[in-house]
C-alpha cells in the first residue's frame, strides 16, 4: 500500500526557515517523480514543486523561486522541502505527491506551516 | 501559465440526481502521445485530495463508474450519474501538461 507521511510542520517566524519531510513507503520510491502542493487555509490547491526520480531536475512554482529547494534521498525513502525567507503567505498544509499516471496519484495527508510572529 | 477555470463553483443535488462540472483550460491540453493531460481531483470534508480520474477519462482505482470524465482540447466536463452522500466535497480539476501544474478554483458539492 502506497504512503506517504509528512513531518516537520509547524510555527515560525516571517523570515524564518524550516524543512519538513515525506517518509514513503509501499512502492520504490526512486522510480516516480515527487511534488509538494500546497493549501492555504480555506483555499485551493497549489502546486509548489517537483524532482525527477534522480533527484537531477527540480522546478518551482514563481511564487517560491529562489526560497524553497526540494530534495530528495533515495536511500531513505524520503522527500524534503527546505524553505527559507518564509513569508505569511507561506502558511498552508504541505502535501506531498507521488507523480503517478500523469500527475499525482497518491496525497499524503499533509503537515501544516504556519508562518506568523 | 495555463489558467484553469471551474463552473459552478458550488453545487447542491439531491441524492440520485446528476450532477457536472465544467473545466476549461487556457491551452490544449492534448499530448503528442493522444492523451490528454486533464485530472479530477475530490477533497472530502477534512482529508486531502483523492485522484478520481486521469488522463481525461478514465477512472482511478476504486472510483465507482457513476463518475465519468469527458472532452477534448480546452474544455472538459466531470459527471457524476446518481450523486451520493458520500460524494460531497470539493472537486478540482488539474493540468499536467505544463508546469507550473495549476488547479481550477475548485467546486463544492453539498447534499439537498
Known amino acids: 500500500e502506497v504512503e506517504l507521511v509528512e513531518s516537520g510542520g509547524g510555527l515560525v517566524q516571517p523570515g524564518g526557515s524550516l524543512r519538513v519531510s515525506c517518509a514513503a513507503s509501499?512502492?520504490?520510491?526512486?522510480?516516480?517523480?515527487m511534488h509538494w502542493v500546497r493549501q492555504a487555509p480555506g483555499k485551493g490547491l497549489e502546486w509548489v514543486s517537483h524532482?525527477?526520480?534522480?533527484?537531477?531536475?527540480?522546478n518551482y512554482a514563481d511564487s517560491v523561486k529562489g526560497r524553497f529547494t526540494i530534495s530528495r534521498d533515495n536511500a531513505k525513502n524520503t522527500l524534503f522541502l527546505q524553505m527559507n525567507s518564509l513569508r505569511a503567505e507561506d502558511t498552508a498544509v504541505y502535501y506531498c505527491?507521488?507523480?503517478?499516471?500523469?500527475?499525482?496519484?497518491?496525497w499524503g495527508q499533509g503537515t501544516l506551516v504556519t508562518v506568523s510572529s | 501559465d495555463i489558467v484553469v477555470t471551474q463552473t459552478p463553483l458550488s453545487l447542491s443535488v439531491t441524492p440520485g440526481q446528476p450532477a457536472s462540472i465544467s473545466c476549461k483550460s487556457t491551452?490544449?491540453?492534448?499530448?503528442?502521445?493522444?492523451?490528454?493531460?486533464l485530472y479530477w481531483y475530490l477533497q472530502k470534508p477534512g482529508q486531502a485530495p483523492q485522484l478520481l480520474i486521469y488522463?481525461?477519462?478514465r477512472r482511478f482505482s476504486g472510483v465507482p463508474d457513476r463518475f465519468s470524465g469527458s472532452g477534448s482540447g480546452t474544455d472538459f466536463t466531470l459527471k457524476i450519474s446518481r450523486v451520493e452522500a458520500e460524494d460531497v466535497g470539493v472537486y478540482y480539476c488539474?493540468?499536467?501538461?505544463?508546469?507550473?501544474?495549476?488547479f481550477g478554483q475548485g467546486t463544492k458539492l453539498e447534499i439537498k
Open positions: 505527491l507521488r507523480g503517478g499516471l500523469g500527475a499525482f496519484d497518491y
Open positions: 509501499g512502492f520504490t520510491f526512486s522510480d516516480f517523480w
Open positions: 524532482i525527477k526520480p534522480d533527484g537531477t531536475i527540480t
Open positions: 491551452q490544449s491540453l492534448l499530448k503528442s502521445d493522444g492523451k490528454t493531460s
Open positions: 488522463e481525461l477519462s
Open positions: 488539474t493540468q499536467h501538461i505544463q508546469a507550473p501544474y495549476t
